[in-house]
């Protein structure tokens, strides 16, 4: 593919104006990061912290931050390149021209297990093994990978694809254009049990779990039933793998967590909120909007809206790495005060 007719459809793309280098319009084979691109592809430099790159990347295409020095240097090695407001999202843009996920044709394979009562919507694919019971409710475009599992009444909005080997338990609603990942389990059971004296009894889960519009589920990641009530994910929102949701959460819009994120019953999330890898939030807690909790936080309470929270527990972001400063010379404070201690009386 041309250089300027991936520049032209970047653009249309991205909707924002790109400048582009003249006079040189290369072939494109493929995109590669920056580091292992070799000639024919296209890369692209995030940042200050790429920067360097620009001088030994084999690549002969690069995506650019509006820099003029490193538009210069690109001029001057001879690379295509154009340059955006947002390097990675036009770099993401471009792989979408050269890479299509898998999709599978509409149809039913022979080995599924199919309801009567199923409603399907026009242009549904249902994979091999896959098993949808009865009242379910597919919509249009719906796509079943291999071996998944609908429990009765759910509801899977339009275009709406459940890959391999998850699991939609009754009682959940998914909305349009989500993307349920492989080995996810949606709408199993809360951990729900009441302490009595002969021990634990079970509290039965008869509760919700909606998934709105556009939401991504990462691999292996749990999203759990109440006893009553919804527990819900947010429009726009991504959680990647190995994440668990517990019964009642409210989970906001446009909310991101990293892998193996955790949260107790009845939390809270606001809008846009990031939460790092191995984050850990207490019960009840209340996370407002626009917040960030730094990779393995341990929230214990609420945060308030666009707060940068970070450590065991959790602490302002600025308050810990002060306290990590400390904590670094505590080993020579200790000293000091043991030379003190020797001249008191």
Known sequence: MKFSTIADKIQI????????????DPDIAGVAAVDQAA???LSYIEGDKFAAFVATTQATALILPQNPVLQAQ?????????????????????????????QPAPGVHPTAVIDPSVICGAEVAIGANAVIQAGVHLGDGVCIHPNVVVYPEARVGD???????????????????????????????????????????KMDQSGYVVIEDG??????????????????????TKLD?????????????????????????????????????QVGIANQATIGDGAIATAKAGIHGDVAPGEIVTGVPALPHRVFLKASAVYRRLPEMYKTLQRLQKHLP
């Open 13 to 24: 793309a991205v909707a924002s104006s790109l400048t582009v280098n003249p006079g040189y």
């Open 39 to 41: 000639a024919g592809a």
């Open 74 to 102: 690109a001029t001057e090695r001879g690379l295509a390149w154009l340059s955006a407001a947002d390097p990675r999202l036009a770099f993401a843009r471009a792989i979408a021209l050269f890479y299509t996920p898998y």
């Open 159 to 201: 275009r709406t694809v459940l890959h391999a080997n998850c699991v939609i338990h009754e009682r959940v609603q998914i909305g349009t254009d989500c993307t349920i990942h492989s080995g996810a389990v949606i709408g199993a059971e809360g951990f729900g049990f009441v302490p009595t004296a002969a021990g634990w009894e």
């Open 215 to 236: 939401v991504r589920v990462g691999s292996n990641t749990t999203i759990d039933r109440p006893a009553v009530g919804t527990t819900r994910v947010g429009r726009g």
């Open 241 to 277: 793998n190995l994440v668990h949701i517990a019964h009642g959460c409210q989970v906001g819009a446009g909310v991101a967590m990293a892998a193996q994120v955790g949260m107790a019953g009845g939390v809270t999330i606001g809008d846009r909120v990031i939460l790092a890898g």
